[in-house]
C-alpha cells in the first residue's frame, strides 16, 4: 500500500511540472508573437498656419474668421510632403473656404459649420496631395469676429 501512495504521488509531481512546464512555454511563446508582431504605426500630425478670411458685406469687410488646422496623414513620408506642399495648400483652402463663406455656404444661424468646413478641407487637401493622402482635417481653432 505504501509503495502505491509513493507512486501516486510521485505521479501526481511528475504531471504537474509537465504541466507547470507546459504553460511557462506557452505563455513564453504568446508573448514573444505579441513582440514579433509589427505595431501599428500612429498618424502622423501637420500643423498649419492659423488661415484668416474676410466676410465681406455690401461695400466692407464685416467679419474675420480664423481657422487653425492640422492634417492627418499616414506616416512621415507623406507628412514631409504635405510640408512641401503647404503653401499650395493653404493657397486652395484661402479659395475654397472663401468662396464658401462669402455664399453662405458654410454658415448656419450666423456661426460656421465646422463639419462642413472639415470636409471642404479634406477634399481640397486630397484634390492637391492625391487621393486618400490625408485621412483627416482637423479644426483646432475657429473664431469668428464682426468687425
Known amino acids: 500500500m505504501k509503495k502505491i501512495v509513493i507512486l501516486g504521488l510521485a505521479a501526481l509531481l511528475v504531471g504537474g511540472a509537465g504541466f507547470g512546464g507546459w504553460m511557462f512555454l506557452a505563455n513564453k511563446s504568446a508573448e514573444a508573437a505579441e513582440i514579433e508582431e509589427p505595431a501599428a504605426t500612429p498618424p502622423v500630425y501637420v ?75 479634406l477634399q481640397v487637401s486630397n484634390e492637391v496631395m492625391g487621393a486618400g493622402q490625408v485621412s483627416a482635417a482637423l479644426v483646432q481653432m475657429l473664431t469668428q469676429r464682426r468687425l
Open 47 to 121: 500643423e498649419f498656419d492659423p488661415i484668416q478670411l474676410p466676410i465681406m458685406g455690401d461695400d466692407r469687410i464685416v467679419e474675420l474668421v480664423n481657422i487653425a488646422l492640422a492634417l492627418e496623414v499616414p506616416d512621415t513620408a507623406t507628412a514631409d510632403r504635405v510640408i512641401a506642399m503647404a503653401p499650395k495648400l493653404t493657397d486652395a483652402y484661402i479659395h475654397a473656404l472663401y468662396g464658401a463663406i462669402n455664399r453662405e455656404e458654410a454658415m448656419v444661424g450666423g456661426a460656421l459649420d465646422v463639419t462642413m468646413l472639415k470636409r471642404r478641407l
